[in-house]
């Protein structure tokens, strides 16, 4: 089962009393090249769990940092595809669990059968689609399990007591459930984490699998708050955004990697050493 | 609870971020214990026959019936549903109007919406205005620069016009926007979807709206001419005028149902919005449809000169009655709606806007179509979905620079 990757470093950090560490990068973000190792750097950073994402023209749920890179991966010509190829040139070089994180346009473009076999071709280990809810979920669902991917599923303030029943219900398991903090788009700074993360503490509970807590997480405070309860957090826009400055500035693939590395490495600390808030992170001022 | 209708055959659903879906849910609920109370029925009639100006006439162009077809070969009569007399100048007016007041009921305290033309932003900012709630309207930077008369209309209304600068500056970026501001703003904020697209509940909630229009022509059709149309014809973008006329007919088989959407610069180029006619089956804006993507899944930026059709995807339903071929969809250029437009100014007297100038192209060919088919010459019925006086800025230069040798 390919979701034993996800379960693995869930594991792993539970038992030593540690959050799990999930960043997202934009892949093909600037560019193939540094997208990969800017994924690397991640792990190397620190990060337990990698969401690749899959550029999409329509960007929905996402915040600007994000939709920018969205738009400027597609510029040259990234999509499904480069996510695929990023997420083989990481699992050759790493057993870090992967998650594509996209838009379901492309992927029912491309069939969902064929998008399953060719994520687990590529050492994918489940699906987070951002539009694509349980109730049409036909296809995606049942084809990625029958592979021994998981589909991950979204829980938002909003979401209603029914729906949240209907995911305790669901059998196979979830691999994790990610819980947005915030009504609003990726990105945006959220008061209130520490309640995101007793809220998704709750709903893990209730479901039965590990639950994440995502947007809004901007450095290792925030990223220490939101892990206070939850099984992990989810660290997106403030990534992407450093991935942003390094390509203005005009820096190689391994300078930006660098960078990326600089700032995944105190999120990882605040999220490892939740249970002792008086560690002093590694290299980063406290805050 | 009986429930709206999810799905048209294999099209619609509910594609949307988890933020969205208590919100959808919250509309359904309302749309179905609220608008058919007899509160809101009362007072949604008034304010469409007091404020909206309803019942629209039926017009008999017989000018442009013996332009078209000279001899009397073709045309026995043809009607225009006059959706332009509408308060505000086109038929979004009968959605927004109901959707504000059901927000209203609802307890929401405020109004976004998207538009292309401004049509729809300009109706909503008036329904707004109406019923004293504060409305942010987003809309493409290019459609603002090519329709600053709505802009100038809806910022007078008291709306807030924010323009969008991502991807084609066009509707389908001032949809996404305006889902971004829904998703954040979603416990206050009602979302007045503008066409029979989106997540469920509104392509079957803009659709129900709509219908008085297809309704009110059906009826004045039997009192005029003692007899239902032989075809109804209107032009689609995403499609609410067009399931609006539709929704009074379906049951009818003799009525031949015709939508005309628009092929920009040609079907052969890239520069187009057909998307019932060169579309793929695809998910945008909350609904699986038809749409204008990639073989990678991603979204292409539409073209038509007319704002309002300049969309890449198509409400729902009406990928369904194109399958089911229950209607029919032809295309008009950019090229062919402009000289319409001077065309129905001349005959008639009516400076139509561009997107309906796309449903009127059509008709000689669906009078020669229709009246090959049953033998006679047929009486026609088109929806005159909205005036033009907002697209004067692109029709005066395309007209004189068409006009000039």
């Not at chain 1, 190397?44 to 969401?51: F, I, K, N, Y």
Request: with cysteine; glycine share 10%; charged share 20%.
């Amino acid at each position: 089962m390919s979701t034993a990757r996800i379960a693995g470093a869930f594991e792993r950090r539970r038992a030593a009393g540690q959050g799990v560490l999930v960043t997202y990068l934009c892949a093909g973000f600037p560019d193939l090249e540094t997208s990969v190792a800017v994924a690397l750097a991640c792990v190397e950073g620190g990060a337990d769990v990698l969401e690749i994402g899959c550029p999409f023209s329509d960007p929905t749920a996402d915040g600007e940092v994000i939709a920018r890179a969205s738009t400027a991966a597609l510029r040259r010509g990234g999509g499904l595809s480069t996510a695929l190829e990023v997420a083989a040139r990481v699992r050759a070089v790493s057993d870090v669990p992967l998650v594509l994180f996209g838009y379901y346009n492309p992927i029912f473009v491309a069939g969902e059968r064929e998008t399953a076999q060719r994520a687990l071709a590529a050492g994918v280990d489940a699906f987070l689609v951002v539009d694509l809810p349980p109730e049409e979920e036909q296809e995606l669902g049942p084809a990625a399990s029958e592979l021994g991917l998981g589909v991950v599923p979204l829980v938002a303030p909003t979401t209603r007591e029914s729906r949240i029943a209907r995911l305790a219900g669901a059998r196979p398991l979830p691999p994790f459930v990610y819980c947005v903090s915030v009504t609003g788009v990726t990105g945006r700074a959220a008061d209130g984490l520490a309640v995101a993360s007793r809220r998704a503490r709750e709903i893990g509970d209730r479901v039965g699998a590990p639950a994440v807590v995502g947007f809004g997480v901007t450095g290792p405070s925030s990223a220490r708050e939101a892990g206070l309860h939850a099984d992990g957090v989810v660290v997106g826009s403030a990534l992407v955004q450093v991935v942003e400055d390094a390509t203005a500035r005009g820096l190689s693939p391994s300078e930006t990697a660098k960078l990326v590395r600089e700032a995944t490495s105190p999120l990882a600390h605040a999220v490892h050493t939740r249970n002792e808030p008086s560690a002093p992170p590694p290299s980063a001022p406290r805050t | 609870m009986p429930g709206l209708r999810r799905r048209f055959g294999d099209y619609g659903g509910r594609y949307v971020a988890e933020t969205l879906h208590e919100a959808l849910d919250e509309l359904e609920a309302a749309f179905v214990t609220i608008v058919p109370s007899e509160a809101f029925r009362t007072e949604l009639d008034r304010l469409l026959r007091t404020y909206v100006g309803r019942p629209t006439p039926l017009f008999r162009a017989d000018r442009l019936a013996r332009a078209i077809d000279p001899k009397n070969e073709t045309i026995s009569a043809l009607y225009l549903k006059r959706e332009d007399l509408a308060h505000t100048g086109a038929h979004k007016i009968n959605n927004a109007i109901a959707q504000v007041l059901l927000a209203r009921t609802m307890g929401k305290t405020r109004i976004i919406a998207e538009t292309g033309a401004g049509q729809h932003g300009v109706a909503t900012a008036t329904a707004a205005a109406l019923f004293g709630l504060p409305c942010e309207v987003f809309m493409g930077a290019e459609d603002i620069a090519r329709q600053a008369p709505n802009v100038g209309r809806m910022r007078l209304l008291g709306a807030a016009v924010r323009p969008v600068t991502s991807g084609s500056r066009t509707l389908k970026d001032a949809m996404n926007e305006a889902l971004r501001d829904w998703v954040t703003h979603v416990r206050t904020t009602h979302y007045c979807v503008g066409s029979a697209a989106g997540p469920h509940p509104y392509p079957e909630l803009v659709a129900q709206f709509q219908t008085v229009i297809g309704e009110e022509a059906r009826a004045q059709m039997l009192e005029v001419e003692g007899a239902l149309p032989d075809a109804a014809i209107a032009c689609v973008g995403g499609g609410s005028n067009a399931i609006g006329l539709f929704r009074g007919f379906l049951a009818d088989p003799s009525v031949a149902l015709y939508g005309v959407e628009a092929a920009g610069a040609g079907l052969d180029t890239e520069r187009h919005a057909a998307t019932l006619t060169r579309g793929r089956k695809g998910v945008l804006h909350g609904a699986k449809t038809l749409v204008l993507a990639d073989d990678g899944g991603q979204i292409l930026e539409a073209h038509s000169v007319s704002a309002g059709l300049d969309y890449p995807g198509v409400g729902p339903e009406h990928a369904h009655l194109r399958d089911t071929g229950r209607a029919t969809y032809l295309t008009t250029t950019d090229g062919e709606a402009l000289a319409e437009t001077r065309r129905l100014a001349r005959t008639e007297g009516l400076l139509v806007a561009l997107e309906t100038a796309h449903a009127f192209a059509r008709v000689e060919e669906i009078s020669r179509r229709e009246a090959r088919t049953r033998g006679r010459p047929v009486t026609l019925l088109v929806c005159l979905s909205g005036r033009g006086d907002k697209d004067l800025a692109t029709t005066l230069p395309a007209l004189e620079a068409a006009e000039t040798p």
